[in-house]
């Protein structure tokens, strides 16, 4: 190998070209969001530190793995917490100065519910590389869900500077936007990221929120299956389809309570995020059923909870258990 070829590799953390590839390529299928590219990730990172058992980068992307992977898989909080920690823990055991394996502890902290412990780590991340694209990115989508637009959008800005063809980070600068309550912005930046790539599953199901929330029931309907169809996920495609029947024949309200009903029954085969059923309940103006799925959120610690400042609107913040609930998850001093 060339002196500048052995530093790189030095800089990953291994000094083995073969650890280094899997790690890559783990890389490479995460960045995918997919559940199969997801899959394929955890199979290289494993790969990569059994090729060498001191490769803290490589621990660092099986703890990401494990952060991301509820989001796209219907896996429980309670199975992929002690796994981001398990590892986030081995790669800082190695490398207590690398600045990503600190940002996996941010994430852990953050699904936790440790919120002061996570944003502390997220500073401490970017100290130590001011320029890690995702620190910026991660960063700015805890700032949004804790309601302080102006600096979220301000760390999401920077992670798109850094990384302009990222599909992920364009994706969720809009989906800050909006949370800002930038609704021209936010559809604007989704269009620019189907420009990128038109096949990247996570902007459809952005855009559907987007939608749903501007009154666009059929586009929401539409970019729901998009997703899902993307995603490899047929059970969420049939979702899909019979909502959208129901939608046709009956409207929104009709499509929303055929929507709750097929979670519920796919509850039973596989795990689904209290909080999307609390979410469906609230827009139909059923407080009692809402919290009822809230603290069965809150039991579970249900990944979705962790944007409740922002989801959730009046009048679901203005009720006593709204208050009673965001204590209890440590959001209210």
């Known amino acids: 190998m060339s002196s500048q070829r052995e530093k790189q590799l030095v800089r990953g953390g291994t000094s083995d070209p073969e650890a280094y590839r899997l790690y890559l390529q783990g890389r490479y299928y995460w960045e995918k969001r997919t559940q199969d590219s997801l899959q394929k990730a955890k199979d290289y990172f494993t790969q990569a530190i059994n090729k060498d058992p001191n490769?803290?980068?490589a621990y660092v992307g099986l703890a990401d793995y494990y952060i991301v992977v509820g989001e796209y898989t219907p896996i429980p909080s309670s199975v992929t917490i002690p796994g981001e920690k398990t590892a986030a823990q081995k790669a800082l055991a190695i490398d207590d100065s690398l600045a990503e394996a600190h940002l996996a502890l941010a994430s852990v902290h953050w699904d936790s519910w440790e919120w002061e412990a996570a944003e502390r780590e997220f500073k401490r991340t970017l100290e130590l590389n001011p320029s890690l694209s995702n620190a910026h990115h991660w960063y700015g989508l805890f700032l949004s869900?804790?309601?302080?637009?102006?600096?979220?959008?301000?760390?999401?800005?920077?992670?798109?500077?850094?990384?302009?063809?990222?599909?992920?980070?364009?994706?969720?600068?809009?989906?800050?936007?909006?949370?800002?309550g930038q609704n021209d912005l936010a559809p604007a930046q989704l269009q620019k990221t189907v420009e990128i790539d038109p096949n990247f599953a996570d902007l459809y199901e952005m855009r559907s929120v987007v939608r749903k929330a501007t009154g666009d029931y059929r586009g929401w309907l539409q970019d729901m299956?998009?997703?899902?169809?993307?995603?490899?996920?047929?059970?969420?495609?049939?979702?899909?389809?019979?909502?959208?029947?129901?939608?046709?024949?009956?409207g929104y309200r009709a499509a929303l309570l055929?929507?709750?009903?097929?979670?519920?029954?796919m509850s039973k085969r596989r795990y689904?995020?209290?909080?999307?059923?609390?979410?469906?309940?609230?827009?139909?103006?059923?407080?009692?059923?809402?919290?009822?799925?809230l603290e069965k959120a809150y039991s579970e610690r249900a990944r979705g909870l962790e944007a409740i400042e922002v989801v959730f609107e009046n009048p679901v913040r203005s009720d006593p258990r709204y208050l009673n609930l965001t204590k209890r998850m440590g959001l209210q001093k």
Not at 258 to 265: P, V
Not at 278 to 290: F, S
């Open 258 to 265: 055929r929507r709750i009903e097929l979670q519920k029954e």
């Open 55 to 57: 490769y803290a980068l």
């Open 225 to 250: 299956k998009k997703n899902a169809e993307l995603n490899a996920d047929e059970e969420e495609a049939a979702v899909a389809d019979a909502v959208g029947r129901v939608y046709s024949e009956s």
């Open 145 to 180: 869900w804790h309601r302080r637009p102006e600096e979220a959008l301000i760390e999401m800005k920077r992670a798109v500077e850094l990384d302009p063809l990222n599909l992920r980070y364009n994706t969720n600068l809009g989906q800050v936007y909006f949370n800002a």
């Open 272 to 293: 689904v995020d209290p909080t999307s059923i609390a979410l469906d309940y609230a827009a139909l103006g059923d407080k009692d059923q809402t919290f009822l799925w």
